[in-house]
Structures are given as structure tokens and as C-alpha cells.
């Protein structure tokens, strides 16, 4: 008798990845501002990726980076 392999049903949910216009929407800033938190290191490198050139942000993790208080962002 053979053993079948047995599947997942679903797939697990995928990380939802934003534009750099929809992280600054939802950080409350602009886009500028995003590109200078990344330049200086405010927001968590992990949180950017580089598809095909272009640049997406991890939702996890720029929730997380909230909820912790934005940290870095005090003098700004």
C-alpha cells in the first residue's frame, strides 16, 4: 500500500507588502520623509524590500514599528 502525501488545504497568507505612498499614508508623513527615516536608519531596514527595482514595505512589520511608538522619530 502506498502512503499519499498529504496537502495543506490553504495556502498560509501571504505578507501583505506596501508602496512607499501607502506606508507614508499610513505613518502619517511624506514620502520624503519616508526616504529620509530610510536614509538615517529610523525605519527597521527589514521592513524595505527591493522587487525589480522597486521598493515595498513589509505591513507586519511597519505595524509593529508603530505599535512600538515609532521609535526614532521624537526629534522630527
Do not use: Y
Request: proline share 5%; hydrophobic share 35%; aromatic share 4%.
Amino acid at each position: 500500500m502506498e502512503k499519499q502525501l498529504e496537502l495543506p488545504l490553504q495556502h498560509p497568507q501571504s505578507e501583505r507588502l506596501l508602496n512607499k505612498a501607502e506606508l507614508a499614508s499610513k505613518l502619517g508623513v511624506t514620502q520624503r520623509t519616508v526616504d529620509r527615516w530610510l536614509r538615517i536608519g529610523v525605519l527597521p531596514r527589514d521592513c524595505k524590500l527591493t522587487i525589480c527595482g522597486s521598493s515595498r514595505f513589509r505591513e507586519s512589520l511597519a505595524d509593529e514599528w508603530i505599535r512600538a511608538g515609532c521609535p526614532g522619530t521624537e526629534d522630527d
